[in-house]
């Protein structure tokens, strides 16, 4: 096998990773952890479809039976490690700690002594020579434990699931299954191998499948704030088009003075301040679309059928949750009738909110501009009830 020969073989896939590297790294969107994993997933695919390619050129050669037992133990290596290297790029607080990362490792740590020792202590898996006359003509493998590889990659296939699914909890339904519909097509492709016994290179199969997801998260990425991990302003205006029809409630937010916060503390205190109020509304707003639509602006889409009193209580415990920081929202809620459109109801959300605001505003330029405690926040359902 030549240099040419390997290239023309593998062009498609080659090509996929040289193109998975350039726009990983001339992407905006996209955050460093993620550039840094995506390049070491790219050299990792690149290395096991090389350790695949060698492979296969030693099968025209028995008599080196140890060069492809040791180009077997490192594909069985490589394609668990390439699951692992992903997962921190979209890492939850639970992966994204080293010991807990480590610890995950374990099956694959272990493992890795017996993938190369198997050609002697015959535990995993191992080649079996075929003579005539003494000449070896072919070798096959064997072993009570070959399958065991798959095993441990499938171990790391269901928690990288597992953790798309608490990465995209928050998100919609269509961000939640992408992931899990790109996982189960390239496992499908994989049991299809196995029950057909072809020998197959499973580098390009993961190559798309990770391709797919880069492009996913690519998408995903463009949609979400990037201070507050908020969808964005264009997230929203897509969301209004898209969704029209299936909104049932609005809630219009706006932090109280976070100009004043920047004047006198800085703008990294303020953008420390929307962090903080953007997580507490996500914690506490239930099950919906949360958008950061300007600098201190916030919108909540629900579609579930929800009562007035139901709303009531999501804005007070944001507002419980609030009393504990030094920050303070005005809030304005409407449910989207029959007939109205959803600008409309967006209108009157708003609406609401700014009369929320205007109180809290007075009682800020009674105390003479000072920030105020949560306390002195005026009630939006008291306030609501008396503009109604």
């Known amino acids: 096998m030549t240099f040419w020969d ?17 726009i990983t790294w001339i992407s905006a969107y996209l955050p460093q952890r993620i550039k840094v994993y995506g390049s070491i997933t790219c050299l990792l695919l690149f290395l096991s479809v090389l350790a695949y ?19 077997t133990a490192t594909k069985y290596t490589l394609y668990p490690l390439v699951m692992m290297t992903i997962l ?36 995993i898996c191992y080649f079996v020579v075929n003579e005539v006359n003494g000449t070896p003509t072919s070798c096959w ?31 919609t339904k269509r961000n939640r299954f992408i992931p899990l519909f790109i996982c189960l097509m390239a496992v499908m492709v994989v049991i299809a191998v196995l029950i057909t016994g072809a020998d197959v290179d499973y580098s390009p199969i993961f190559t798309s499948a990770y391709l797919l997801y880069f492009i996913f998260l690519y998408v995903y990425m463009a ?25 049932t409630y609005v ?27 953007a997580s507490i509304i996500k914690d506490n707003a239930g099950p919906s679309n949360i958008y950061r639509v300007g600098g201190d602006e916030f919108v909540v889409f629900y579609y579930k059928q929800y009562q007035d009193n139901d709303l009531e209580e999501i804005i007070n415990n944001i507002n419980n949750a609030l009393a504990h920081t030094s920050y303070s929202c005005a809030f304005g809620y409407c449910k989207k009738k029959d007939g109205e459109s959803l600008e409309e109801t967006i209108k009157e959300a708003d609406r609401k909110m700014y009369i929320n605001k205007r109180e809290v505003k007075e009682k800020i330029k009674a105390r003479g501009g000072k920030i105020y405690s949560r306390e002195e926040t005026p009630s939006i359902n008291e306030e609501s009830k008396q503009e109604d």
């Open 6 to 22: 390997f290239v023309l073989n593998n062009y498609a896939m080659l090509y996929e990773l040289i193109g998975l590297l350039v």
């Open 53 to 71: 390619n060698l492979e296969l050129y030693f099968q025209t050669l028995p008599s080196q039976i140890v060069w492809r037992s040791i180009l």
């Open 88 to 123: 921190p790029a979209t890492a939850i607080k639970k992966f994204s700690n080293r010991k807990i990362y480590l610890l995950l490792l374990i099956p694959e740590i272990i493992s890795i002594p017996f993938y190369y020792t198997s050609q002697w202590t015959r535990i």
């Open 141 to 171: 493998m064997v072993g009570p434990l070959r399958y065991w590889p798959y095993v441990i990659f499938a171990l790391y296939l269901g928690l990288f699931v597992v953790q798309n699914f608490f990465y995209f909890k928050s998100s």
């Open 223 to 247: 949609s979400i704030d990037t201070l507050t991990g908020l969808m964005n302003r264009q997230c929203y205006y897509h969301d209004i088009r898209t969704y029209k029809d299936k909104v």
């Open 251 to 277: 809630i219009s937010i706006d932090m109280n003075e976070l100009k004043y916060i920047n004047d006198a503390y800085g703008h990294d205190a303020g953008d420390q301040a929307l962090e903080k109020v």
